[in-house]
């Protein structure tokens, strides 16, 4: 009976079946839905005296957390750029060494899979992954080739929700004070203050670490250089073969444009078709 893959559960052709990226990826859907429960519950109440502000906000606030849930799934779901498990056979090597008669090709022992230049493989996904930067639980997936544009869209749009979070947070905690909680919210003080220190309390969490990974992510795919490849090559110095809008269209999909910042648009990935397939 063959075993079942890592990567594949709940019926989908990539999704990574690792218990413990499965309930980080949970809370991180918890905690975003309890930020929409705060607003519901508190945020809102302000909106008949306050109607501009509070609606602008929530628009704002609602729009952020449509594009940082998508981007998640997408990063998820989302194949990293695996290669194809067991197709180091004997016919499908000659077949590669024919073509490119100097090529060096290296094998995966782990997984049987010629391993392209800077594939790396996971230990959770149990797969090589191209140009893997690393895995993540939090997405549960690894970040590589073919949806790290999604995963630093994640990064980016969790950051800014979180910052607009934090403001509105403490806008809605001074309205409070000033009003001696009169009509703050259902909830009466104690509740309404609790929801707001939580969510201030996760938003700064959330925006330092998500502005943390952004800023990597975009320091990694300017300098064309994974984190793993950061990791190996240590103080040498590394030869960069592009420029850095080269690096970032290589990821994000042709030119600058505002379909960088759409989850739902897929990056173009280039690779040459027989060197994966067995």
């Not at 309890?34 to 519901?40: A, E, R």
């Not at 008669?101 to 149990?126: G, L, N, T």
């Not at 703050?184 to 969490?205: D, K, Q, R, V, Y």
Request: proline residues 4%.
């Amino acid at each position: 009976m063959a075993l079942k893959e890592k990567t594949q559960c709940c019926g989908r052709k990539w999704c990574v079946g690792d218990p413990c990226g499965i309930v980080c990826a949970g809370i991180t859907w918890l905690l975003i839905i309890y930020s929409q429960f705060v607003v519901f519950l508190v945020l809102l109440h302000s909106y008949e005296e306050h109607w501009l502000h509070t609606g602008l906000n929530f628009l704002l606030f609602e729009m952020l957390t449509v594009l940082a849930l998508v981007s998640h799934v997408k990063t998820m779901l989302t194949d990293p750029g695996s290669v194809p498990k067991g197709n180091a056979t004997e016919e499908h090597i000659e077949r590669l060494q024919a073509a490119e008669e100097f090529k060096v090709i290296y094998k995966c022992q782990k997984c049987c899979s010629i391993k392209p230049d800077r594939a790396h493989h996971c230990s959770v996904c149990d797969r090589c992954i191209r140009r893997m930067d690393h895995h993540c639980p939090w997405v549960n997936n690894c970040v590589g080739e073919a949806n790290q544009k999604y995963f630093v869209l994640f990064t980016m749009y969790i950051a800014l929700l979180s910052f607009h979070a934090l403001y509105w947070g403490i806008w809605q905690f001074v309205l409070c004070v000033g009003k001696e909680w009169h009509s703050c919210s259902n909830l009466g003080p104690p509740g309404t203050t609790l929801m707001l220190i939580f969510l201030m309390f996760e938003a700064i969490l959330f925006a330092i670490f998500t502005s943390v990974m952004f800023g990597t992510q975009m320091s990694a795919i300017c300098s064309d250089e994974t984190a793993i490849e950061s990791l190996k090559r240590g103080n040498e110095d590394r030869h960069k073969t592009k420029s850095w809008k080269k690096n970032m269209q290589s990821v994000f999909g042709g030119p600058c444009s505002i379909r960088w910042l759409n989850p739902l648009v897929e990056p173009y990935v280039s690779k040459p078709a027989f060197e994966y397939s067995v």
